[in-house]
T-cell receptor, first 114, second 111 residues
Framework: DVKVTQSSRYLVKRTGEKVFLECVQD?????MFWYRQDPGLGLRLIYF???????EKGDIPEGYSVSREKKERFSLILESASTNQTSMYLC?????????????FGEGSRLTVL | GQQLNQSPQSMFIQEGEDVSMNCTSS?????WLWYKQDPGEGPVLLIA?????ELTSNGRLTAQFGITRKDSFLNISASIPSDVGIYFC???????????FGKGITLSVRP
């Protein structure tokens, strides 16, 4: 079975702190995604990556950056956390660029920014 | 941008009842998918639909890809308490693996 592992289930940070959310997948998937989930807003795509060192902006990239130095690892970075970035963050992967969208999700990282 | 409409935001049913959820769009999609998110977990794929008119079952779940390619429905029969969760529809245009998600429906099942 595909496993997508997010490094932290729960984080509490202070406004202005730099935050790293790590995601690792173990099935050699090419594509990796970061979403945030907020009540009433569903899942919104922040950034995605089709290959190592490659990234593309999703629908809400402002305030975030990403890093993909290795195929299996995709990191989401909040350079200076703000309270409006309090949310559930979900990492996902899928096998190929032309996949029909069958994403495998991690368990999520719930971030609270005070 | 593309949007998928799911409503209502919440549904409350009695254990044993059937429930149906719709997802509509103003855009055409080539693939429709339904995901379920258990409390405290990430979403898990329930059913994927690849062809207009396709009807697919997975246990007590049945989903259909609308003929117009602008809608899909998911039906859950004989609901049980573990059906509780958030149900998301998602669509893919086929250009890449980027999905558009609906806002989700939170299902509660009363024993």
């Amino acid at each position: 079975d595909v496993k997508v592992t997010q490094s932290s289930r729960y984080l509490v940070k202070r406004t202005g702190e730099k935050v790293f959310l790590e995601c690792v997948q173990d099935m050699d998937h090419e594509n990796m995604f970061w979403y945030r989930q907020d009540p009433g807003l569903g899942l919104r795509l922040i950034y995605f990556s089709y290959d190592v060192k490659m990234k593309e902006k999703g629908d809400i990239p402002e305030g975030y950056s990403v890093s993909r130095e290795k195929k299996e690892r995709f990191s989401l970075i909040l350079e200076s956390a703000s309270t409006n970035q309090t949310s559930m963050y979900l990492c996902a992967s899928t096998k190929e660029r032309t996949s029909t969208g069958e994403l495998f999700f991690g368990e999520g990282s719930r971030l609270t920014v005070l | 941008g593309q949007q998928l409409n799911q409503s209502p935001q919440s549904m409350f049913i009695q254990e044993g009842e059937d429930v149906s959820m719709n997802c509509t769009s103003s855009s055409i999609f080539n693939t429709w998918l339904w995901y379920k998110q258990d409390p405290g977990e990430g979403p898990v794929l329930l059913i994927a639909l690849y062809k207009a008119g396709e009807l697919t079952s997975n246990g007590r779940l049945t989903a259909q890809f609308g003929i117009t390619r602008k809608d899909s429905f998911l039906n859950i029969s004989a609901s049980i308490p573990s059906d509780v969760g958030i149900y998301f529809c998602a669509g893919n245009t086929g250009a890449n693996s980027k999905l558009t998600f609906g806002k989700g429906i939170t299902l509660s099942v009363r024993p």
